[in-house]
Nanobody, 121 residues
């Protein structure tokens, strides 16, 4: 089993910044993909940023120039630096990973519990 633990969400004023972190732990053989999704009330979950077996997924236009994705392979971690936050960035942010177990088992999808980001004055 694999666990994804997110941190860094909270309440911030418009124009502020937050940095989200996600650490994967457990029975990890190889991480094929890892990144961030978000889901706002009444909307579908959308990919914000992450890496996949074929490379980095581009940022949606709504966050380009404001959000920056990074990773630390040695620590099985990914990060999302969010600057110039807007009220429309308010959502629950989820960490996702596609992970195989030791010995090369079929990769499975894992999700974190989500961290709330609220942008409001």
């Amino acid at each position: 089993q694999v666990q994804l633990v997110e941190s860094g969400g909270g309440l911030v004023q418009p124009g502020g910044s937050l940095r989200l972190s996600c650490v994967a732990s457990g029975r990890i053989g190889e991480i094929f993909a890892m990144g961030w999704y978000r889901q706002a009330p009444g909307k579908e979950r959308e990919l914000v940023a992450g890496f996949t077996p074929i490379g980095f997924s581009d940022y949606p236009d709504s966050v380009k120039g404001r959000f920056t994705f990074s990773r630390d392979n040695a620590r099985n971690s990914v990060f999302l630096q969010m600057n110039s936050l807007k009220p429309e960035d308010t959502a629950v942010y989820y960490c996702h990973a596609e992970v195989s177990g030791p010995g090369g088992t079929i990769p499975l999808d894992y999700w974190g519990q989500g961290t709330q980001v609220t942008v409001s004055s």
